[in-house]
């Protein structure tokens, strides 16, 4: 089935220090969404990507679409302690219009 | 504007008992889903709804489990004859269909954490 291979798994940095994480498949995808998860809570939305090669930006955060259409990435921008959380890559596509496939997770942490 | 709401947070049950958690959806929105979370992973999509219509439903859907959205607001999901493998997050979201086509940002409630003991 589809799957989307996140990376990487967790993260330790500084605070003030740029981040990146990215997500990858075999399969291409016509949605990408990023989310953060704060424990015991649901998936907050912070970007979505709809066409190939689309940069979006929120805030300190930065997000591409591959130009494949089977990876995206997330980057964020002088991290603060509260961007501490998991962030999930999600993506939509293929045969369904509703199915969101989730990546793994990278798990930051941020010192302040 | 409210987000999307979910009853109860939380649940401990016995195995073999039945259980059934309630989603209500931003009120806008006519498309909602359900999803499922274990420790240490990412959401796995069980079932969605246009309205009242269940159009997708997941093989980790058993026939154990059962969801509804009878008047195309609020969804329950029940889970029968419980086993210690439910133990999860029980995700709802909700997103927005219009006549120009679907918008598939998927807003996510704050989860029903199921223990099966």
């Known amino acids: 089935g589809q799957q989307l291979n996140q990376s990487p798994q967790s993260m330790f940095i500084q605070e003030g220090e740029d981040v990146s994480m990215n997500c990858t498949s075999s399969?291409?995808?016509?949605?990408w969404l990023w989310y953060k998860q704060d424990p015991g809570e649901g998936p907050v939305l912070l970007i979505a990507?709809?066409?190939?090669?689309e940069l979006t930006s929120n805030g300190r955060l930065t997000a591409q679409f591959g130009i494949t259409r089977k990876d995206s990435f997330l980057n964020i921008s002088a991290s603060i302690p509260s961007d501490v959380g998991i962030y999930f890559c999600?993506?939509?596509?293929?045969?369904?219009?509703?199915?969101?496939?989730f990546g793994q997770g990278t798990i930051l942490t941020v010192h302040p | 504007d409210t987000g999307v709401s979910q009853d109860p947070r939380h649940k401990i049950t016995k195995r073999g008992q039945n259980v059934t958690f309630r989603c209500d959806p931003i009120?806008?929105?006519?498309?909602l889903y359900w999803y499922r979370q274990t420790l240490g992973q990412g959401p796995e999509f069980l079932t969605y709804?246009?309205?009242?219509?269940?159009?997708?439903k997941s093989r980790l859907l058993s026939d154990r489990f059962s969801a509804e959205r009878p008047k195309g607001s609020f969804s329950t999901l029940e889970i029968q004859r419980t086993e210690q493998g439910d133990s999860a997050m029980y995700l709802c979201?909700?997103?927005?269909?219009?006549?120009?086509?679907?918008?598939?940002?998927?807003?996510f409630g704050p989860g029903t954490r199921l223990t099966v003991t």
């Open positions: 990507l709809y066409k190939a090669g």
């Open positions: 999600a993506a939509l596509g293929g045969t369904s219009y509703g199915k969101l496939t």
């Open positions: 709804f246009q309205n009242e219509a269940q159009l997708e």
């Open positions: 399969s291409i995808f016509n949605t």
């Open positions: 979201a909700s997103s927005f269909l219009t006549s120009g086509g679907p918008i598939y940002e998927q807003y």
């Open positions: 009120s806008e929105h006519n498309r």
